[in-house]
């Protein structure tokens, strides 16, 4: 066993190879690839996170989180238009945890762009 690794990241590296394989024969299930988009992104997989997310609302178009989950995906890769309008689709199905959205590390970056800006103008935020 490797001993730079902590209890955590085998944890994570448990609950990630778990998921995993259950993907195989489930991967359909809404509630799985919402898991396992998030642990890709924990563990610096954006690319295959952001696959998943884009699934999981192709599966699940009403689904304002799972809109929430891709804007922030998107966000990581730089891909900022696409972030917000993914964030305004959230926002239009309901998704309303502002305080969190102004805080989430998966947003800073489009946080400082303008698109962000005139995102919090429409919602009178700003």
């Known amino acids: 066993m490797n001993s730079d690794k ?4 085998l944890s994570l590296d448990f609950e ?16 799985l690839l919402s898991l396992l ?3 890709y992104t924990r563990k610096g997989e954006i690319d295959k996170g952001l696959e998943l997310d884009r699934k999981l ?3 699940d178009e009403s689904n304002e989180t799972a809109h929430y ?3 922030c995906s998107l966000s ?4 900022f238009e696409g972030a917000i309008a993914s964030l305004r689709k959230s926002i239009g199905l309901g998704y309303c945890d502002f305080n969190w959205m102004f805080e ?4 800073s970056a489009l946080r400082n762009t303008e698109y962000f800006m005139q995102l919090k103008r429409d919602l ?3």
Request: glycine share 8%; proline share 2%; no cysteine.
């Open 76 to 79: 990581l890769k730089g891909d």
């Open 124 to 126: 009178g935020i700003l």
């Open 104 to 107: 989430d590390e998966d947003l």
């Open 16 to 31: 990630f190879n778990f998921y995993k394989s259950l993907y195989k024969k489930l991967p359909n299930d809404k509630r």
């Open 6 to 9: 902590t209890v955590g990241d």
């Open 37 to 39: 988009a998030e642990l």
């Open 57 to 59: 609302v192709e599966i």
């Open 69 to 71: 989950n891709l804007a």
